[in-house]
């Protein structure tokens, strides 16, 4: 693909996150498509596009605000800002995120986002996320909470 075509993939994955449509997001990825951020990391084929569903399902209140998109011959990048209520804790986060995607046969590959995991934390965790946020055992227990939630989401679809 081209450099058009991998920006205009990019631009169709955030644009389905923006209207909330988790099938949509899940339709730019290939079968074995990978995606990894500080919270779901490592994730695999189906996991994937069930990630952006059960977000997207739940997401009441999500704005969405894609800052820049870029491609090449690759793939391509988007620098994005979610705004939103975390349901664990019902506190509101804004959360600035970099994505980097490679695009192999006109779908999604794989995708690494980033975000400062204790500027996260620190808006949905509130004064816990303050005081550990930085921690490795903070993240553990987000990324296992996360990952339930994942596994559960599955088996509830299957």
Known sequence: MDATENRKLVERLYQAFARKD???????YGPDAT???????????????AMWRMLCARATDLELTVED??????GGRARW?????????????TNAVTSVITVRDGVIAAQTD??????????????AGWLLGWT???????RA????NLDSFLAGRA
């Open 22 to 28: 988790g099938d949509g997001m899940a339709a730019c």
């Open 35 to 49: 995606f990894t951020d500080p919270v779901f990391p490592d994730l695999v084929g189906p996991e994937v596009g």
């Open 69 to 74: 998109i870029g491609a090449d011959l690759l």
């Open 81 to 93: 800002v979610a705004r939103y209520t975390f349901s664990a804790t019902g506190r509101r986060v």
């Open 114 to 127: 980033q975000f400062d995991f204790w500027r996260w934390s620190r808006q949905a965790l509130g004064p």
């Open 136 to 142: 490795p055992m903070i993240r553990r227990k987000v």
């Open 145 to 148: 909470q996360a990952r339930a």
